[in-house]
């Protein structure tokens, strides 16, 4: 089978995502069934869900996700963890058979901590130790993939219609404050469980909805800073971006937003001074990073979701918001799928960055 | 014995049409048109013709055309008729043979075996008649500490740069190669246009002082005109250690060329020979280079940006690493098609590599080890359309030099003999007879004409690919499929070749 980054593999897609800035914890239920509403515009060819504050349990440990291909790798992949992680509990990921969703692969979970001697051997800050052994894994052992990496979260997905995937992983049965879906429509056939998204990076999970022109532009960038984009998706590309202008850089949210979907220079000369400013310089500072084409994405991280779309919004994204929840979909038709009547609907501008947070993180109703 | 030598043109004139105005005669500053009395017709020297179509644009009845020559030794496909004559030429003169302008001879011109994308039903192709669609790009540094002030704001931590309208500049032509008046068209045209011209090694004529924040100085080899009311005046500083026309040598300005205002320029004797030593002779390596970056930048209070200026030979991608690291703050690369002045016709013809190549393996290097942001790449020799910049900046290139084009614009039929100083179109001379009939109020409408034209087909070609910002082209070679090439070519380009889909 030729796996996915073989070859770049745009495609067209659905997403969705709920936050209930209280904190509250919901199950997984609402947004498959968000998702199922936009059925057509997957093709059943990938989907998959991001779920934060699921693992309270074991919130101060990684919970890496992993797909085998076989027993090998499985023995390889463990031998690895072992050596650079104290694994405080493993298991197989709890799946349901379904007709529709066809050559799983073996789907574990570790929640793991770094060994404290590694770690300090290695003079990396903890969170880059870790992206280094989840890149290694996937870049060195054959038929071992980490497609979850982050604390108190997780990525279920794969190749199958969304909602199937969702009743696959059972996700009815995790509770987190915050989710997001999406559904895939690829213009290639890839068949690959590692290549449906979302995409995360630590806790960084974003599900993407477009095909960005600057795609080699941005990667051929990126990759300078160590990042290796072996999956050519989009997803990746701009999961990275994110990762290190928030990251390594230390941006806030906003000023990615002013990077990635920056303002024309036209608009930008007609704002106040302060953020014409600020504006001008990110622009100056990293123009590499600019994404152009169409994209909206979601952005899910600990404690908040972000909704952005390209800066002429070429992609449909609406937000909605209801008492303490907040939605963001593709389609309006997701976001009323599970509530009816929400108390604001709203349609962000392109370039624009909708930013909703725990309320304990600043987030406001 | 002196052999004599054919011209490789002939002048035809149509014996029914010329009315004997004598208008050819009084234009051709290479004396081919004289009027013979006794016959009372107008006849021509063919071999002193350089073939400049002065007196073809100019004669009111169109009597005139110039042909190439069908005199012709016996066929020899390993001895052709201009390598035979140039040997002649040598056994006459006993010296180097002299030419001008860009490497004529037909290499492959790798700009024509590129082609670019376009979006189709994945994703939308943008249209710039109603969207906006940016070509303006900023060149320098963009290596940054990230700092905030107490209000948490970014602080500007970065090094000046440049702000272009169009990722087109003016590549460097001295003041005595090129004429006042080509001068004076090249700095309004830059100021207008929101870009920059190069003044060339020769210095900076007190008149265009107040060009100056559109204008680039050079520092080459010759130091002319050089000192601090120079440096000062300029938005940048260019320290040129090569020139793609004739890497590994210094410029050269024929003593002819030396009048009272251009001697004073660069500060040298009226009519004597400039001759550029072939280094900086305080740079024999790469740690003095940063010396003189520094220097440069000390004199100027490190206000002004540094580009260094290299021709493309085969190590650029290993110098232009060590150009990153020296301080510089833009590289500038001319390949071995870029126009001079005067060069040693060997050396125009036979040294140097194209500058697709040189760009190519610059910008990957650059990237492989991580320093792509320590500079900006500016290429140039030879850029010849907006197509040509539109795939230069998808290999790498954050903007382009454009030099040939330029003098086109301005009339320039590319005859080749700027370096003997009698150039019809008063562009390459300082004969004020000749240098009038360049008229900088039409010369500078003609550049920004120029610019202009492309900056529209570069967006159209942007908004095709769907993307709106020339800064999401920069490296993306994925928009570009070769044509023609064999392995090796695709390798060093890092394209793919087309058909191979994504
Ligand atoms: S300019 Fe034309 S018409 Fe006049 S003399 Fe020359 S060839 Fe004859
Ligand atoms: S600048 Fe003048 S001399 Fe030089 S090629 Fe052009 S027309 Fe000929």
């Known amino acids: 089978m030729i796996r996915e980054g073989i070859f770049r593999n745009p495609s067209g897609c659905a997403v969705s995502g709920v936050i209930d800035r209280s904190g509250k914890r919901m199950s997984g239920e609402c947004m498959i069934r968000s998702i199922a509403t936009m059925h057509d515009r997957s093709n059943g060819l990938g989907g998959g869900f991001a779920g934060y504050g699921i693992y309270p349990h074991y919130k101060d440990f990684y919970a890496f996700h992993l797909f085998f291909d076989s027993k090998m790798a499985k023995g390889a992949a463990e031998a690895f963890l072992g050596r650079h992680f104290e694994i405080a509990y493993s298991s197989e990921i709890q799946t349901h058979k379904l007709p529709s969703v066809t050559d799983e692969p073996m789907i574990w979970r570790y929640f793991c901590a770094p060994l404290p001697r590694k770690l300090a051997d290695s003079h ?41 995937i969702g009743r696959f992983y059972g ?61 050519q998706t989009d997803t990746e590309v701009i999961t ?51 994404v152009t084409g169409p994209f909206s994405i979601i952005l899910g991280y600990t404690g908040g979701l972000m909704a952005l779309n390209d800066r002429l919004k070429l992609r449909s994204m609406v937000c909605a918001e209801k008492g303490d929840l907040a939605f963001i979909a593709s389609e309006e038709c997701a976001i009323r799928a599970i509530e009816p009547s929400p108390d604001t609907v709203y349609a962000p501008a392109g370039g624009e960055a909708v930013i909703y947070e725990l309320y304990d993180r600043g987030g406001r109703a | 014995m002196e052999l004599f030598v054919h011209g490789d043109y002939e002048v035809v004139r149509n014996p029914d049409l010329c009315i004997a105005c004598r208008v050819c005669e009084r234009q051709c500053a290479n004396e081919v048109h004289w009027y013979d009395e006794t016959a009372g017709k107008m006849k021509a ?44 030429k040598q056994a006459n003169s006993g010296g180097v043979l002299l030419s001008s302008m860009g490497n004529p001879k037909p290499y492959p011109v790798f700009w024509d075996k590129m082609l670019v994308n376009a979006s189709q039903v994945t994703n939308p192709p943008i249209d710039p008649l109603r969207e ?31 702000e272009l309208s169009v990722p087109v500049m003016f590549s460097a032509m001295s003041y005595g190669s090129i004429s006042y008046n080509a001068h004076e068209s090249l700095a309004r045209a830059a100021e207008e246009l929101g870009i920059y011209y190069n003044t060339g090694e020769g210095g900076l004529h007190k008149d265009f002082y107040k060009y100056g924040k559109n204008t680039i100085v050079q520092v080459a080899s010759g130091r002319f005109g050089g000192f601090k009311g120079y440096l000062e005046t300029a938005a940048a500083i260019e320290i040129k250690m090569g020139q793609g026309a004739k890497p590994g040598i210094g410029g ?40 003189l970056v520094y220097s440069l930048k000390e004199a100027t209070e490190y206000k002004k940006p540094v580009i260094v200026k290299i021709a493309a030979v085969h190590n650029a991608a290993a110098i232009a690493s060590g150009i990153a ?27 140097g ?83 009038k009939r360049l008229n900088p109020d039409i010369g500078y409408k003609r550049l920004v004409n120029l610019v202009t034209a492309w900056n529209h087909e570069i967006q159209e070609m942007m908004g095709g690919m769907g993307i709106n910002s020339v800064e999401a082209l920069r490296g993306n070679r994925l928009m570009l499929r070769g044509i023609g090439l064999t392995d090796t070519e695709l390798s060093v380009l890092g394209i793919r070749y087309a058909g191979q889909s994504l």
């Not at chain 2, 760009?359 to 990957?364: F, N, R, W």
């Open chain 1, 124 to 164: 990396l800050d903890e969170r880059e130790y870790v992206v280094r052994c989840v890149n290694r894994i996937n870049v060195q052992i054959d038929g071992a993939y980490v497609f979850s990496s982050g604390k108190n979260m997780g990525i279920f997905k794969g190749v199958g219609f969304p909602e199937d």
């Open chain 2, 132 to 162: 906006p669609m940016e070509t303006k790009v900023w060149l320098g540094k963009r290596t940054v500490k990230i700092e905030r002030d107490e209000k948490g704001r970014l602080k500007n931590t970065l090094a000046p740069q440049l």
């Open chain 2, 45 to 88: 020297y063919s071999d002193k013709c350089v073939n400049c179509h002065r007196c073809v644009c100019l004669c009111p009845t169109h009597a005139l055309k110039i042909v190439k020559t069908d005199d012709t030794y016996k066929i020899n496909a390993n001895w052709n008729n201009a390598t035979i004559n140039e040997v002649y």
């Open chain 1, 240 to 290: 990275y971006i994110v990762d290190y202008l928030v990251r390594k850089c230390g941006l806030t949210l906003k000023e990615v937003s002013h990077v990635i979907a920056a303002s024309f220079w036209s608009t930008i000369a007609d704002k106040p001074e302060e953020d014409r400013e600020q504006e001008t310089l990110l622009r100056r500072m990293f123009p590499s990073l600019l």
């Open chain 1, 171 to 231: 996700l009815d049965e995790y509770e987190g404050y915050a989710w997001t879906c999406h559904g895939r429509y690829p213009t290639n056939t890839p068949g690959w469980w590692g290549g449906a998204h979302p995409f995360g990076l630590l806790d960084f999970s974003v599900v993407h909805n477009g095909e960005i022109s600057s795609y080699d532009a941005n990667r051929r960038y990126i990759e300078m800073f160590g990042y290796k984009c072996t999956l």
């Open chain 2, 325 to 351: 690291r020296s301080g510089a703050d833009i590289i500038a690369i001319d390949g071995f098609r870029g126009g001079t002045g005067a060069a040693p016709t060997r050396i125009r013809d036979n040294v």
């Open chain 2, 252 to 291: 050269h300005l024929p003593g002819a060329k030396i009048n009272e205002d251009v001697s004073q320029t660069r500060m040298i004797p009226r009519g004597v020979d400039a001759i550029s030593p072939a280094p900086h002779h305080d740079i024999y390596s790469i740690e003095d280079l940063r010396q």
């Open chain 2, 353 to 435: 590599i194209p500058i697709e190549l040189a760009l190519a393996s610059v910008d990957a290097r650059l990237r492989e080890e991580g320093i792509r942001d320590d500079v900006s790449i500016v290429v140039g020799g030879s850029i010849r359309s907006s197509a040509d910049v539109v795939k230069a900046i998808a290999l790498g290139a954050d903007a382009c030099y454009i030099g040939t084009a330029a003098l086109l614009a301005l009339g320039c039929p590319l005859c080749r003999s700027c370096h003997e100083g009698k150039c019809n179109w008063g562009i390459a001379t300082q004969r004020p007879d000749l240098v």
